[in-house]
């Protein structure tokens, strides 16, 4: 139903900004980021609904992360700043028909966009 795809993944410098965007065909109650290191559990990282912005953010990242949203475009970003190696991670964008956080209420997930901070 809904096709998802993340772009704007590389490899930066601890301190640097980055920002990934995911591109969707369809829009449902809001998009989350998440985050999967190697030997970590996947981790969301922040959430915005479509219909009023409504962000959310988990503690590692707040104050450095910021979520948002084109709705004619049907696209988020997740502006990432003062990036830390332990940023380190495989970025996916996901799509949620609920307002509901855990990572098994989104129902269509991107192929995962790769982040690399390097000190």
């Known amino acids: 139903q809904v096709e998802l795809v993340e772009s704007g993944g590389g490899l930066v410098q601890a301190g640097d900004s980055l920002t990934l965007s995911c591109a969707s065909s369809g829009r449902g109650y809001a998009m989350g980021w998440f985050r999967q290191a190697p030997g970590r559990e996947r981790e969301l990282v922040a959430r915005?609904?479509?219909?009023?912005?409504?962000?959310y953010y988990a503690d590692s990242v707040k104050g450095r992360f910021t979520c948002s949203r084109d709705n004619a475009n049907n696209t988020v970003y997740l502006l990432m700043t003062s990036l830390r190696t332990e940023d380190t991670a495989v970025y996916y964008c996901?799509?949620?028909?609920?307002?509901?956080?855990?990572?098994?209420?989104?129902?269509?997930w991107g192929r995962g966009t790769q982040v690399t901070v390097s000190s």
């Open positions: 996901a799509s949620t028909p609920r307002d509901n956080f855990l990572a098994e209420n989104y129902n269509f």
């Open positions: 915005i609904t479509w219909r009023a912005g409504m962000t």
